[in-house]
């Protein structure tokens, strides 16, 4: 089975643009969370959606939003993009929601705001 | 407020020399703690969950411990191969699935 895919690896980004990124679960799994990861710290709880429903919020401003698709992948929008915004985005999927369900992580889209 | 620390910030060890990573949490209702490992510019990679206090874990050099306010992670012989960053993140019981992780412990292993 593919593991957690994201797309895409890289993207610079101007100040005050909007980006989507782009995240596929494993096979089976129906839920999907985004993590910000900032360098040299650990990764930050944004959303969660399980059942194309949001089951989750972080504290982040109303700029980021997300959505869930019915094949259960998701995308992560930012708009306004703020030079703070410059991180690690990484996505993780799980079999279910709540509580003792292991996540595992994508390997991240590295998003540069200049 | 839910707090995660992690201890040291970083670790350099001889390949041979063992040693612990330390992951403390002052969470409500803890329903499971997670280690991942993380190589940099790449996504955590899972290692073990443990769900509840005197549960112990094991895989190759690593080994996974829990008690009610701490985990460890004890590194064996570590190798070359095993220097990378190490993530503690824990569940508690108001809040899903939801993460909260530590800042991570970064090891390098000297040949």
């Known amino acids: 089975d593919a593991g957690v895919t994201q797309s895409p690896t890289h993207l610079i980004k101007t100040r005050g643009q909007q980006v989507t990124l782009r995240c596929s679960p494993i096979?089976?799994?129906?839920?999907v969370s985004w993590y910000q990861q900032v360098l040299g710290q650990g990764p930050q709880f944004i959303f969660q959606?399980?059942?194309?429903?949001?089951?989750g919020r972080g504290n982040f401003p109303d700029r980021f939003s997300a959505r869930q698709f019915p094949n259960y992948s998701s995308e992560l929008n930012v708009n306004a993009l703020l030079l703070g915004d410059s991180a690690l985005y990484l996505c993780?999927?799980?079999?279910?929601?709540?509580?003792?369900?292991?996540?595992?992580f994508g390997q991240g889209t590295r998003l540069t705001v200049v | 407020e839910d707090q995660v620390t992690q201890s040291p910030e970083a670790l350099r060890l001889q390949e041979g020399e063992s040693s612990s990573l330390n992951c403390s949490y002052t969470?409500?209702?803890?329903?499971?703690l997670f280690w991942y490992r993380q190589d940099p510019g790449k996504g955590p990679e899972f290692l073990f969950t443990?769900?509840?206090a005197g549960e112990e874990k094991e895989k190759e050099r690593l080994k996974a411990t829990l008690t009610k306010k701490e985990s460890f992670l004890h590194i064996t012989a570590p190798k070359p191969e095993d220097s990378a960053t190490y993530l503690c993140?824990?569940?508690?019981?108001?809040?899903?699935?939801?993460?909260?992780f530590g800042t991570g412990t970064s090891l390098t292993v000297i040949p």
């Open positions: 096979s089976g799994h129906k839920s």
């Open positions: 993780a999927s799980s079999r279910a929601w709540g509580a003792n369900t292991e996540a595992f």
């Open positions: 993140a824990v569940q508690a019981a108001n809040t899903g699935n939801q993460f909260y």
């Open positions: 443990l769900y509840s």
């Open positions: 959606y399980y059942e194309k429903e949001e089951r």
């Open positions: 969470v409500s209702g803890l329903r499971g």
